[in-house]
T-cell receptor, first 113, second 115 residues
Framework: KQEVTQIPAALSVPEGENLVLNCSFT??????LQWFRQDPGKGLTSLLL?????REQTSGRLNASLDKSSGRSTLYIAASQPGDSATYLC????????????FGQGTRLTINP | SQTIHQWPATLVQPVGSPLSLECTVE??????LYWYRQAAGRGLQLLFY??????ISSEVPQNLSASRPQDRQFILSSKKLLLSDSGFYLC??????????????FGPGTRLTVL
């Protein structure tokens, strides 16, 4: 059974810092890995999707990497801003079943002005 | 462009009352549809998914049921709510192409509180 773990559960940093969020998964049989952002009381917004054959994806100040063999992914946020404050969720799309996503519990990020 | 709607946005219901949450998708045909629950302090849990009208798969045994009466409509129901049904319910859709780029798009969610 696929399990996804995110560390840390919460993170608070001053504005302007670069930071890394971690995600690990137990089964390397995945189609892709996604990072989502969730604002309080809101739905999920997809930030980056890394296909199983890819090593990384970049969008603006965000960079996500994938090491499928070791079951790890990182989300790097450069020059953090208060608007980056949110919960970040990692999810893997498993090969078995109807494109099911398995989510981690998320990292709650707070950027202090 | 595609849009996904959920209603109501918030709901407070007494224990033992019925439930009906609705999700509709616009701008696409024959999407895969999903219901997730996010309980306090826990991750998202997939409850049901559907690959077509009348085709529902349940992921976990529970007090809830789902139906897909139309191609782009997905309904989550319960005959009698339990306290443990409280949570944030999210509907999602995907093209279901099966490729490595296939992704799910989430609705705004419904906050359900059972008292």
């Amino acid at each position: 059974k696929q399990e996804v773990t995110q560390i840390p559960a919460a993170l608070s940093v001053p504005e302007g810092e670069n930071l890394v969020l971690n995600c690990s998964f137990t089964d390397s049989a995945i189609y892709n890995l996604q990072w989502f952002r969730q604002d309080p009381g809101k739905g999920l917004t997809s930030l980056l999707l890394i296909q199983s054959s890819q090593r990384e994806q970049t969008s603006g100040r965000l960079n996500a990497s994938l090491d499928k063999s070791s079951g790890r992914s990182t989300l790097y946020i450069a020059a953090s801003q208060p608007g980056d404050s949110a919960t970040y969720l990692c999810a893997v799309r498993i090969i078995q079943g109807a494109q099911k996503l398995v989510f981690g519990q998320g990292t709650r990020l707070t950027i202090n002005p | 462009s595609q849009t996904i709607h959920q209603w109501p946005a918030t709901l407070v219901q007494p224990v033992g009352s019925p439930l009906s949450l609705e999700c509709t998708v616009e701008g696409t045909s024959n999407p895969n549809l999903y219901w997730y629950r996010q309980a306090a302090g826990r991750g998202l849990q997939l409850l049901f998914y559907s690959v077509g009208i009348g085709q529902i798969s349940s992921e976990v045994p529970q007090n809830l049921s789902a139906s897909r009466p139309q191609d782009r409509q997905f309904i989550l129901s319960s005959k009698k709510l339990l306290l443990s049904d409280s949570g944030f319910y999210l509907c999602a859709w995907s093209l279901g192409t099966g490729g490595t780029t296939d992704t799910q798009y989430f609705g705004p969610g419904t906050r359900l509180t059972v008292l």
